[in-house]
Every structure is written in C-alpha cells, then in structure tokens.
C-alpha cells in the first residue's frame, strides 16, 4: 500500500518560514520524480516545485529564489523548505510522486496558512 504523509503545515505570518516534509512507503522511492503542489480555494492544482531521482530541480516562478524542494532517499522524505512567506502562497500543499506518469500518487495534503 502506497502512502504519502505530509507534515509541518501550519499558520504563520507574513515574511516567516515553513518547512513541509512528506514521508513515503510502498513504492521505491528513490526512482520518483517528487513533487510539491498546491491548490488555493476556488483555484486549479499547480506545481510549486518537482526533484528528480538525479537531483535536478524545478521550481515554479513565483517561488523561486524563496521554496527549496529537497529529498533524503534514506528516509524516504521529500521536504519543501518555504522561506519569506506570502499571503498569496496560502493553500494546501500536496506531496506526488510521480513514476515515468505510469505510476501517480498524492498525499492528502497539508494547510499552509499565511496571515497576520
């Protein structure tokens, strides 16, 4: 059974740091391109930022230079380090791990809220 558990959601405020985390079992996680979604009320999914197996990263524009996506394959952890923080980045985040796009799977999601 393939299980994605995210953690590390929360309130914080404006200009503050988060640091989301995403545990797997089931699935050999080291060959999984992960990746960080979000989707805000009333919004379409969208991608924050994806690791590659090799490391290669990718980040959506309007977090670049302030979300750092990082994975340990040790532990089978993906983390989303989330720095200067802004209202508009409220959402909930959503681990995948995404295999060739034959094997899909998402975690239930965790509530980052931004707000003074």
């Known amino acids: 059974q393939v299980q994605l558990v995210e953690s590390g959601g929360g309130l914080v405020q404006p200009g503050g740091s988060l640091r989301l985390s995403c545990a797997a079992s089931g699935i050999i996680f080291s060959i999984y391109v992960m990746g960080w979604y979000r989707q805000a009320p009333g919004k379409q999914r969208e991608l924050v930022a994806a690791i590659t197996s090799g490391g290669s990263t990718n980040y959506a524009d309007f977090v670049k230079g302030r979300f750092t996506i990082s994975r340990d394959n040790a532990k089978n952890t993906v983390y989303l380090q989330m720095n200067s923080l802004k209202p508009e980045d409220t959402a909930v985040y959503y681990c995948?791990?995404?295999?060739?796009?034959?094997?899909?799977?998402w975690g239930q999601g965790t509530q980052v809220t931004v707000s003074s």
């Open positions: 995948n791990a995404d295999f060739r796009a034959v094997r899909d799977y």
